[in-house]
């Protein structure tokens, strides 16, 4: 019995989960299916990136969801994507607004990602950017930016590269938005 329990325990992570299927272009999914397949994915995602053990990777999805579904964007990747936001970041950020404004310091942005390889929807990194008190990483925007892999393990990057692409949206405090067709305003 002991030794079963074993093995099971060093199984590779994600060994027995089920596949979830993607037929043809990933780019013309419609939306249904795009969901569809979030419903197989999400519970393997979320397991994994919680296996990091922080407060970001447990809580994320019990913050306010940005998009009404995940979206294939590019920069990220060629990644579905999906973004939350932490109580403090929620109401400012749901206003995709333009220029005008600066994030509450405590904002935290956690965006997970799913990719499809070989006919199969498979995790991604999350990604996460975290809003440091005044004058905090002046050269990142005032961002910390950080990432997981899908198995939790955090990610060695670099500040200059997340915020170098970031800084290309400066007047809106370096936030991105997910793409306009799937945008969620505060409910
Ligand atoms: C080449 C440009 C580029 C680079 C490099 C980049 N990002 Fe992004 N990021 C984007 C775009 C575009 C979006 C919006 C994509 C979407 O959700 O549709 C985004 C969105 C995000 C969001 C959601 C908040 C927002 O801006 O709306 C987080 C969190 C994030 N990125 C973290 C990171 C981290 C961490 C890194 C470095 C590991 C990084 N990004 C590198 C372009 C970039």
Redesign the pocket.
């Given at each position: 019995m002991k030794i079963t329990a074993g093995l099971l325990a060093l199984a590779p992570f994600g060994a027995f989960a089920q596949d979830c299927p993607v037929e043809g272009d990933p780019a013309e999914l419609e939306a249904e299916a795009v969901v569809e397949i979030y419903d197989c994915i999400e519970a393997r995602m979320a397991e994994g990136y919680a296996a990091n053990g922080g407060p970001v990777a447990a809580e994320f999805r019990s913050w306010q969801v940005?998009?009404t579904r995940p979206?294939l964007?590019?920069?990220?990747g060629e990644r579905f994507?999906?973004?939350f936001a932490n109580d403090t970041a929620a109401e400012q950020?749901l206003t995709f607004a333009e220029d005008g404004f600066t994030m509450p310091a405590g904002s935290v942005?956690?965006?997970e990602s799913f990719a499809v390889k070989e006919g199969k929807a498979v995790p991604g990194?999350l990604?996460?950017?975290t809003k440091l008190a005044a004058g905090g990483a002046p050269e990142a925007g005032g961002w910390l930016?950080?990432?997981l892999m899908p198995d939790g393990t955090e990610?060695t990057?670099?500040q200059s590269?997340?915020?170098?692409?970031?800084l290309?949206?400066e007047a809106r405090d370096?936030?991105?938005?997910?793409?306009e067709e799937?945008r969620r305003s505060s409910q």
């Amino acid at each position: 019995m002991k030794i079963t329990a074993g093995l099971l325990a060093l199984a590779p992570f994600g060994a027995f989960a089920q596949d979830c299927p993607v037929e043809g272009d990933p780019a013309e999914l419609e939306a249904e299916a795009v969901v569809e397949i979030y419903d197989c994915i999400e519970a393997r995602m979320a397991e994994g990136y919680a296996a990091n053990g922080g407060p970001v990777a447990a809580e994320f999805r019990s913050w306010q969801v940005t998009s009404t579904r995940p979206a294939l964007a590019g920069p990220h990747g060629e990644r579905f994507l999906q973004t939350f936001a932490n109580d403090t970041a929620a109401e400012q950020y749901l206003t995709f607004a333009e220029d005008g404004f600066t994030m509450p310091a405590g904002s935290v942005l956690a965006k997970e990602s799913f990719a499809v390889k070989e006919g199969k929807a498979v995790p991604g990194p999350l990604f996460i950017m975290t809003k440091l008190a005044a004058g905090g990483a002046p050269e990142a925007g005032g961002w910390l930016y950080a990432a997981l892999m899908p198995d939790g393990t955090e990610m060695t990057i670099q500040q200059s590269f997340c915020a170098g692409c970031h800084l290309n949206w400066e007047a809106r405090d370096s936030l991105a938005y997910p793409l306009e067709e799937v945008r969620r305003s505060s409910q």
